[in-house]
């Protein structure tokens, strides 16, 4: 079972902008050194819900501040963003981060921010599917080129190319200009995370899956790319290109077997093998909430001191591009929903949740909200908590 942390960078009422992005950051640093196998980053536009608007952008400097965890986007906003330009970012992530990089990609909602960045509304309700096809073969192809509805270019060299062994430009260690880099630049390969060199179709192995043998001299072919899947519709989507999907933390263990068996049916019918299958199914994601405590009284209550608060001033602030009336969740009971669905409590709790998730829907990898008190401090040992107690009680996983 593969166990990361999920950043939002999320204000708190009374915080400052800077302070969510400092906890962000030292979120990730404290989760590779407690052992935890991710870290995935959101993005958000105009809300204090998160303040992150670039999550390629803050996953870039990540990379660059560790050396072994891997950093995922939970999701870039595919209608927010050229899918070339974003293939672009993932691929430098890709190569210089010796393969440490996952692309998760999502919808997002029918926010304003379609209106001031210029996707419109048409490249959220119609457009995430020929979007998404142009992303998955600028990361795949030598050339692309386009002839859809949203765009239309001519045939351009792709570049820079997944596929090309990154070179350093200076000697790191001892073999001279042009060494490869391993999974995680100078380190030693033993310590590099790992990545499937053969790995060219939609389930290659993750980066910082933690294999225990020697790492190859260069990072997978292409980055992994998940889908944030919230209804059938991008289920069958993501299904039928089989991608692994990323599930919310609304969502509880029932529903996420059941969108699971939705997914295979639909990449079976779609003519996947049933390898292929088997290696996207076990990249699928269970994003959720983790707070550890010595009483699980104790972990709920941190969580609903705070957590209400966050959600009633950053999801009420979200304005939709076309004034379409909205409801939100009462802040308390969707916090209560999410204590009692996700790893809160005491460590023994945790991985017992964690462990009837992976039996229960045969997800064994996790993207878990860490900051749900917005004390940095109170994050910070969370995150220790969840790396030193919990991951020692979990039964081996895929």
């Not at 310590?191 to 910082?208: I, L, N, R």
């Not at 077997?257 to 295979?264: I, N, P, S």
């Not at 019918?269 to 959720?288: C, K, N, T, V, Y």
């Given at each position: 079972?593969?166990?990361?942390?999920?950043?939002?960078?999320?204000?708190?009422?009374?915080?400052?902008?800077?302070?969510?992005?400092?906890?962000?950051?030292?979120t990730a640093e404290t989760a590779e050194a407690a052992g935890l196998d991710s870290v995935w980053l959101a993005e958000h536009h105009f809300v204090p819900y998160g303040v992150c608007p670039s999550a390629v952008?803050?996953?870039?400097?990540?990379?660059?501040?560790?050396?072994?965890?891997?950093?995922?986007?939970?999701?870039?906003?595919?209608?927010?963003?050229?899918?070339?330009?974003?293939?672009?970012?993932?691929?430098?992530?890709?190569?210089?981060?010796?393969?440490?990089?996952?692309?998760?990609?999502?919808?997002?909602?029918?926010?304003?921010?379609?209106?001031?960045?210029?996707?419109?509304?048409?490249?959220?309700?119609?457009?995430?599917?020929?979007?998404?096809?142009?992303?998955?073969?600028?990361?795949?192809?030598?050339?692309?080129?386009?002839?859809?509805?949203?765009?239309?270019?001519?045939?351009?060299?792709?570049?820079?190319?997944?596929?090309?062994?990154?070179?350093?430009?200076?000697?790191?260690?001892?073999?001279?200009?042009?060494?490869?880099?391993?999974?995680?630049?100078?380190?030693?390969?033993?310590?590099?995370?790992?990545?499937?060199?053969?790995?060219?179709?939609?389930?290659?192995?993750?980066?910082?899956?933690?294999?225990?043998?020697?790492?190859?001299?260069?990072?997978?072919?292409?980055?992994?790319?998940?889908?944030?899947?919230?209804?059938?519709?991008?289920?069958?989507?993501?299904?039928?290109?089989?991608?692994?999907?990323?599930?919310?933390?609304?969502?509880?263990?029932?529903?996420?077997?059941?969108?699971?068996?939705?997914?295979?049916?639909?990449?079976?019918?779609?003519?996947?093998?049933?390898?292929?299958?088997?290696?996207?199914?076990?990249?699928?994601?269970?994003?959720?909430?983790?707070?550890?405590?010595?009483?699980?009284?104790?972990?709920?209550?941190?969580?609903?001191?705070?957590?209400?608060?966050?959600?009633?001033?950053?999801?009420?602030?979200?304005?939709?591009?076309?004034?379409?009336?909205?409801?939100?969740?009462?802040?308390?009971?969707?916090?209560?929903?999410?204590?009692?669905?996700?790893?809160?409590?005491?460590?023994?709790?945790?991985?017992?949740?964690?462990?009837?998730?992976?039996?229960?829907?045969?997800?064994?990898?996790?993207?878990?909200?860490?900051?749900?008190?917005?004390?940095?401090?109170?994050?910070?040992?969370?995150?220790?908590?969840?790396?030193?107690?919990?991951?020692?009680?979990?039964?081996?996983?895929?």
């Amino acid at each position: 079972m593969r166990v990361g942390a999920f950043v939002l960078a999320a204000q708190f009422p009374g915080q400052g902008q800077s302070e969510p992005l400092h906890r962000a950051v030292r979120t990730a640093e404290t989760a590779e050194a407690a052992g935890l196998d991710s870290v995935w980053l959101a993005e958000h536009h105009f809300v204090p819900y998160g303040v992150c608007p670039s999550a390629v952008t803050l996953a870039a400097l990540l990379l660059g501040r560790t050396r072994r965890i891997g950093v995922g986007t939970a999701v870039s906003v595919l209608p927010n963003a050229h899918p070339v330009a974003l293939g672009e970012q993932s691929a430098l992530l890709h190569l210089t981060s010796g393969g440490r990089f996952t692309l998760g990609v999502g919808r997002g909602g029918p926010w304003i921010d379609l209106e001031v960045l210029g996707g419109g509304l048409d490249a959220y309700e119609h457009g995430f599917p020929e979007a998404l096809d142009l992303l998955l073969r600028w990361l795949r192809e030598e050339r692309v080129g386009a002839d859809g509805e949203r765009y239309r270019f001519r045939e351009v060299d792709v570049v820079p190319r997944c596929d090309e062994p990154f070179a350093l430009a200076h000697d790191v260690g001892g073999q001279g200009a042009g060494h490869q880099v391993t999974g995680a630049g100078d380190l030693p390969a033993r310590d590099a995370p790992a990545a499937d060199t053969t790995a060219d179709a939609p389930g290659e192995t993750a980066p910082g899956e933690g294999h225990t043998g020697p790492a190859p001299s260069r990072p997978a072919s292409h980055p992994a790319v998940v889908v944030a899947c919230t209804s059938p519709t991008s289920v069958r989507l993501a299904a039928r290109r089989c991608l692994p999907m990323l599930l919310g933390m609304h969502c509880g263990d029932a529903e996420k077997a059941e969108v699971v068996a939705l997914w295979r049916r639909e990449a079976r019918e779609a003519g996947h093998d049933p390898d292929e299958i088997a290696r996207a199914a076990a990249l699928h994601i269970s994003a959720g909430v983790a707070q550890v405590a010595d009483t699980t009284a104790e972990a709920a209550e941190s969580l609903t001191k705070a957590m209400p608060g966050w959600f009633r001033t950053g999801l009420g602030a979200h304005r939709t591009v076309d004034d379409r009336n909205r409801t939100m969740r009462d802040p308390l009971a969707y916090t209560e929903l999410l204590c009692g669905l996700h790893p809160v409590g005491t460590p023994r709790l945790c991985a017992d949740r964690l462990a009837a998730t992976y039996e229960r829907t045969g997800i064994g990898r996790f993207a878990l909200l860490v900051e749900g008190t917005g004390d940095l401090a109170a994050t910070e040992r969370n995150v220790q908590r969840l790396g030193e107690e919990v991951l020692a009680l979990l039964p081996p996983g895929p």
